[in-house]
T-cell receptor, first 114, second 115 residues
């Protein structure tokens, strides 16, 4: 069965520091992978997605993620974090490569220190 | 509208009562999804509608949960005889097609509190 693991429940970084949020998935074929962000009281906003092709994908707000098949990972990165990036981040895999039926990880809450 | 619209944004109900949650997808989107977000279970898929096909109900947690989609647009999620464990945020999403190379666009959610 497909699954997604986000090992870090909570991460704190200083403003201006780099960020990497980890995501590991379980799926036999090439997966559809997504990163969503959720600010308090808000819905989910798509940061970026991977379907195929170039394994380094660029998203909104300066985020990028790299698909590594050998490690079953899809880690999210940002070179310099801003205070407004504080939110919860969810990694997801498309069930049987569907774009909308998703299995989510448990989420990583990001706090940003001034 | 510009995005997925859900109503109400907040709902408090008494245990044992029925509730209806509404979702208005993005115009023209043929696929519609319901998810539940709760503290203990995270984000869970509930049900998926695609055009006129039979819905994928594989995520519904019990027979107290049902959903319908009228006219291929608006959807209503109904929870009968609500229980305290139904307290959660219910998110609706829509996408232009049901599969392949597209993503889901989420609404703001309905926060349900069962007291």
């Amino acid at each position: 069965a497909q699954s997604v693991t986000q090992p870090d429940i909570h991460i704190t970084v200083s403003e201006g520091a780099s960020l990497e949020l980890r995501c590991n998935y379980s799926y036999g074929a090439t997966p559809y992978l997504f990163w969503y962000v959720q600010s308090p009281g808000q819905g989910l906003q798509l940061l970026l997605k991977y379907f195929s092709g170039d394994t380094l994908v660029q998203g909104i707000k300066g985020f990028e993620a790299e698909f590594k098949r050998s490690q079953s990972s899809f880690n999210l990165r940002k070179p310099s974090v801003h205070w407004s990036d504080a939110a919860e981040y969810f990694c997801a895999v498309g069930v049987n490569n569907q774009g909308g039926k998703l299995i989510f990880g448990q989420g990583t809450e990001l706090s940003v220190k001034p | 509208g510009a995005g997925v619209s859900q109503s109400p944004s907040n709902k408090v109900t008494e245990k044992g009562k029925d509730v209806e949650l509404r979702c208005d997808p993005i115009s023209g989107h043929t696929a519609l999804y319901w998810y539940r977000q709760s503290l203990g279970q995270g984000l869970e898929f509930l049900i998926y509608f695609q055009g006129n096909s039979a819905p994928d109900k594989s995520g519904l947690p019990s027979d107290r949960f049902s959903a319908e989609r009228t006219g291929g647009s608006v959807s209503t999620l109904t929870i009968q005889r609500t229980q305290q464990e139904d307290s959660a945020v219910y998110l609706c999403a829509s996408s232009p097609v049901g599969t392949k190379n597209t993503e889901a666009f989420f609404g703001q959610g309905t926060r349900l509190t069962v007291v």
